[in-house]
């Protein structure tokens, strides 16, 4: 089933366009528009692509996905020929996040970009994230540590590298490394990543800002296991303080311990 016609009115009317202005931007007729909307005919290739370049969408979202299931009017550009598929919503209107099963983090590299596989992914509602697209990644070793072997963190979607927040932890999916869970730093050279694990066993690597495929503003973690009684002494918590660098003086000054 092509959605092309549902898709066509439905961006019109975002841009809050009339028939005769959608006609006027496409340098067509007007009756083309309300037939296209209607189902009643299908554009040529060459119009297809021009619609496609108008809206920076790709031919495949036109045709193959219900872009009306979303909760606002931004479409994410990642390149110049792909989106990252925007805010779905529930019956009820609830943003709809999509889960990255472990069994399925292999097959997601090859995936990511593929509205037909973001599809199938099971999704879940958490209505207390901030705004912004969010996607769920499973956690594997325990090199991100006190977040678990077996924990999802849930993270929002960065738009532009630029806007990387050093010394926060990242999902970031490259070609070479797959998807890892990081605290990102600055490297010496500019166009370089410092790559931080919150174990200090685990060495700090660089990876080029080129070689960044998606990423991914932690916001929260779901753990899946219990914690240890022994993990969550307080003995246990200042000594993970310590070996993450924190100033114990200033966790007192803010009355984290006494």
């Not at 299931?69 to 994410?76: G, M, P, R, W, Y």
């Not at 072997?149 to 806007?163: F, K």
Request: glycine share 4%.
């Amino acid at each position: 089933m092509s959605y092309f016609a549902v898709n066509f009115k439905y961006l019109r009317t975002l841009k809050g366009f009339s028939q005769e202005q959608m006609a006027d931007e496409l340098n067509i007729t007007r009756s083309r528009v309300g037939s296209y909307e209607e189902a009643r005919s299908e554009p040529p290739l060459d119009l297809l692509v021009k619609i496609s370049d108008y809206y920076k969408l790709p031919i495949d979202a036109l045709v193959k996905n219900n872009l009306t299931k979303v909760s606002d009017t931004s479409f994410i550009n990642i390149g110049n020929h792909r989106i990252l598929f925007p805010i779905t919503v529930s019956e009820d209107n609830e943003d709809l996040i999509e889960i990255v099963p472990n069994k399925a983090t292999a097959g997601y590299l090859n995936g990511y970009d593929d509205p037909e596989y973001i599809e199938q992914l099971e999704k879940i509602k958490l209505p207390f994230l901030p705004s912004g697209k969010h996607r769920t990644f499973p956690i594997k070793g325990d090199s991100m540590l006190p977040v678990r072997d077996g924990s999802y963190v849930v993270a929002r979607y960065v738009e532009n590298i630029q806007d990387i927040k050093y010394g926060r932890t990242y999902i970031i999916l490259t070609l070479n490394e797959g998807i890892v869970y990081k605290r990102i730093k600055a490297a010496e050279q500019d166009e370089m990543l410092t790559l931080h694990s919150d174990n200090r066993n685990y060495q700090p690597y660089e990876i080029h800002k080129k070689d960044i495929l998606e990423l991914w503003e932690f916001t929260c973690c779901i753990n899946t296991q219990e914690y240890d009684e022994s993990e969550l002494k307080i003995s246990s918590i200042i000594q993970m303080f310590q070996e993450l660098g924190v100033e114990l003086e200033q966790l007192k000054k803010t009355n984290i311990i006494s």
